[in-house]
């Protein structure tokens, strides 16, 4: 039904009909990257743009809940020091969980990955907003940096060791001959699986939301009140899949972290 | 779909890795740290209070070990004292007793003595009596005066024979 929507409000927007979804909005039309300050340099387009902003506000957000809250660091905490606390401690327990206490030095670089996508997401649910992690130039460009620093950590701990990761532990000869190069795809298909993940949980979520929220329109006020009340409910959804998809990536990068500093 | 505009890529990627640095500066030098400081100060005091705990625990332990051995020491001197006070009456008991039970012995003898030297009073003077009275008797049916040796004698055999 969504895909369907899709395209018909693409048709829409393309014939220059400006009826029905939302006040002649297609479902996508939230997506588009508005440049608002112009930067070029040389052939390449690094304009600031609403995607810019969203990230600066994450940035800024983070730094205000943080700076704020861990102004005073008081013995027992204030609530908002609860929420730093909370936070830091539910982060910092997943790396020491995952990947033990060797992964702690990468620590902050998965804290900042999960606040990153964290805001960025529940920043994208806000009215008006725009979800920087609905884009899979985004996604991808975070899933390679993870996909290429493990990787260069793994050589960079074990050498040509490193390869053992893809041979199966305890496997005969004959199966691991067969399950290598398996491992291997897999290996290399990780950064695809953990930016598409991403990138497709919030582009549904928006396009979901955004065309019922259509059909309160198109439906008036009387019959609206099911899609209102559906509005409602996915947008309740939509939070916790912010919440789940922030802490799946940073999740996965841990796993990813363990394979390279421990191997099996 | 916006998503797959390549023109927008540079842009995207340009201002992610600049967000994200900023990110991480922020994260790696004010948030890690500043909530890490809290975490290892509450972490430390918590850890202070249970040594503290600990040691006025084991504290507590002696002091009451130290009670319970002067608590058994002082039983055991209570003990000693109740002996040597039980053994010290029963000697003055024992000693009272044989001296009461001494003194009743010699004053039974002495009254069996008595006894026996009345008895021996009583039969003499029974004897005499008898002797008399059989002179008197003799002198009233014969009136004859007799010899009082000879009576006496009679009355002795006499009586010896009654008995």
């Given amino acids: ?264 | 779909m916006p998503q797959f505009d390549p023109s927008t890529f540079a842009s995207q990627i340009f201002w992610l890795v600049v967000m994200f640095a900023a990110l991480y500066w922020v994260v790696a030098k004010l948030a890690v740290p500043r909530v890490g400081q809290v975490l290892d100060q509450r972490a430390r005091v918590i850890q202070d209070d249970l040594d503290r705990a600990m040691q006025l625990k084991g504290e507590t332990d002696a002091a009451l070990a130290a009670y319970e051995t002067a608590m058994s020491a002082a039983r055991g001197q209570a003990g000693d004292h109740m002996r040597a006070i039980l053994a010290d009456v029963k000697a003055v008991a024992d000693q009272r007793t044989a001296e009461i039970s001494a003194s009743v012995a010699k004053q039974v003898a002495e009254a069996e003595a008595r006894i026996a030297k009345a008895k021996q009073d009583a039969l003499d003077s029974m004897n005499k009596v008898a002797g008399e009275s059989a002179s008197a008797i003799v002198a009233k049916l014969t009136g004859l005066n007799p010899d009082s040796g000879a009576v006496t004698t009679a009355v002795a055999s006499a009586l010896k024979d009654a008995r």
């Fill in chain 1, 1 to 264: 039904m969504a895909t369907e929507n899709m395209e018909a409000g693409e048709h829409a927007e393309a014939s220059g009909h400006a009826e029905g979804h939302g006040g002649g909005h297609s479902p996508m039309e939230q997506f588009t990257i508005k440049p608002l300050i112009p930067i070029h340099i040389g052939k390449y387009d690094l304009s600031y743009t609403n995607s810019a902003m969203f990230m600066t506000f994450a940035v800024a957000l983070t730094a205000l809940l943080f700076g704020l809250s861990t102004k005073k660091r008081t013995l027992v905490p204030s609530r908002w020091q609860s929420i730093s606390e909370l936070m830091y401690e539910f982060v910092a327990g997943m790396v020491k969980d995952n990947t033990g206490k060797e992964g702690m030095k990468y620590f902050p670089f998965i804290f900042t990955l999960f606040l990153f996508i964290l805001f960025g997401n529940f920043l994208g649910l806000l009215p008006y907003g725009f979800t920087f992690t609905s884009h899979i130039i985004v996604t991808a460009t975070m899933a390679v940096v993870v996909f290429v620093g493990v990787t260069v950590i793994g050589f960079a701990r074990h050498g040509l060791h490193f390869f053992a990761l893809f041979v199966p532990p305890g496997a005969p000869l004959g199966i691991a001959i067969i399950l290598a190069p398996l491992e291997f795809f897999s290996y290399l298909i990780r950064p695809v699986s953990l930016s598409l993940r991403l990138f497709a949980n919030m582009l549904a979520g928006h396009v979901l939301l955004k065309v019922l929220a259509g059909f309160i329109i198109t439906l008036g006020v009387f019959f609206g009140i099911v899609p209102f009340v559906a509005v409602f409910g996915i947008t309740m959804l939509e939070l916790m899949v912010a919440a789940i998809q922030a802490y799946v990536f940073a999740l996965l990068t841990c796993l990813y972290l363990n394979d390279a500093i421990h191997l099996h």
